[in-house]
């Protein structure tokens, strides 16, 4: 059986004979005009590829949220990443992964890709891996504690949280996604003046005054990765080098809204921003940004990077 080919260099033809009564019931009759159809894609596609590079500053600028968990298993995802071409990636696409804790037990967790290479070239060792940043669509279906008590001694590197709730998160993502984690080196603050004015505003006593760069995998997002700005974050170190709204919530703000668990109703989520002696930073419920004291129970959705 003989196949048509698209010509070398195709033209985009715009109008086709319509096919009427009169019209013989020949092969030749279809098979030109699906010749004009075939000639129309391969011109396309050439201006496509002339105008649309697959690197990671365009797939940056495009949302799309198509469900890869049937197109592409996360070994063949975490290639087109590693390559640095993202090829059929975009910013909202996603994902869906099983995972059991000792926290919650067994529970779905839909991954969105929020961002290509943002941490490229950042840290006090350079991140030269390409990956992708994937954000939970909805909080874990466990609420949990930044500290056990009110206190933000030592800052969001020494929080409850960070030491011990994400870790239990990170190796059972760690298992659903083969080993395809990337770590790199994040500056987390450590230490926090009990005395001091917040950047918070009047009123806000105690900011973060150190950092530390540290080996880092599951983190909660900053004020500026969700919403592009700080608002109640206490000081620069709170801030680092997660300082670039994520393209996920620039292309898709209502996405900064999420559930407690998989589709679940919506819930408070806590951000890695002190906010004085007693309370960390937090995306409210209907999606304003406030803060809570560090023993309340709030939602946890961290990021990390794959690749």
């Not at 770590?183 to 009990?194: K, M, Q």
Request: proline share 2%; hydrophobic share 40%.
């Amino acid at each position: 059986m003989a196949n048509l080919t698209a010509a070398a260099n195709p033209e985009l033809v715009l109008e086709m004979e319509a096919m009427e009564r009169t019209t013989p019931a020949h092969c030749d009759e279809w098979n030109r005009r699906h010749q004009q159809l075939l000639d129309n894609d391969k011109f396309l596609h050439e201006q496509m590829k002339n105008v649309f590079v697959d690197n990671a500053g365009a797939h940056n600028s495009i949302y799309r949220g198509k469900n890869l968990t049937n197109v592409y298993s996360i070994d063949e995802i975490c290639k087109r990443i590693s390559s640095g071409t993202f090829e059929d990636l975009y910013v909202g696409d996603y994902f869906d992964v099983s995972i059991t804790t000792s926290l919650g037990g067994a529970e779905t967790v839909r991954l969105i890709l929020a961002g290509f290479d943002l941490y490229w070239n950042n840290g006090d060792t350079a991140l030269t891996k390409h990956h992708a940043i994937v954000v939970p669509r909805d909080c874990f279906k466990t609420k949990a504690k930044m500290n056990d008590s009110n206190v933000t001694t030592g800052g969001y590197a020494g929080s409850k949280m960070h030491t011990t709730v994400l870790p239990i998160y990170e190796a059972a993502l760690k298992n659903v996604l083969n080993n395809h984690i990337i770590a790199y080196r994040g500056l987390l603050t450590t230490s926090v003046s009990e005395t001091g004015n917040s950047n918070a505003g009047a009123g806000y006593t105690g900011y973060a005054n150190n950092w530390e760069w540290k080996d880092t995998k599951l983190r909660l997002m900053s004020e500026i990765q969700v919403y592009g700005s700080n608002v109640f974050s206490s000081s620069f170190y709170d801030t680092g080098e997660a300082n670039i709204q994520f393209p996920l919530f620039r292309l898709a703000p209502d996405l900064k809204v999420a559930g407690l668990g998989h589709n679940g109703s919506r819930m408070w989520y806590w951000l890695s921003a002190v906010v004085s002696a007693a309370a960390f930073a937090l995306c409210y419920t209907n999606g304003v940004s406030y803060y809570g004291a560090a023993a309340g129970d709030g939602g946890v959705r961290p990021h990390f990077c794959i690749g």
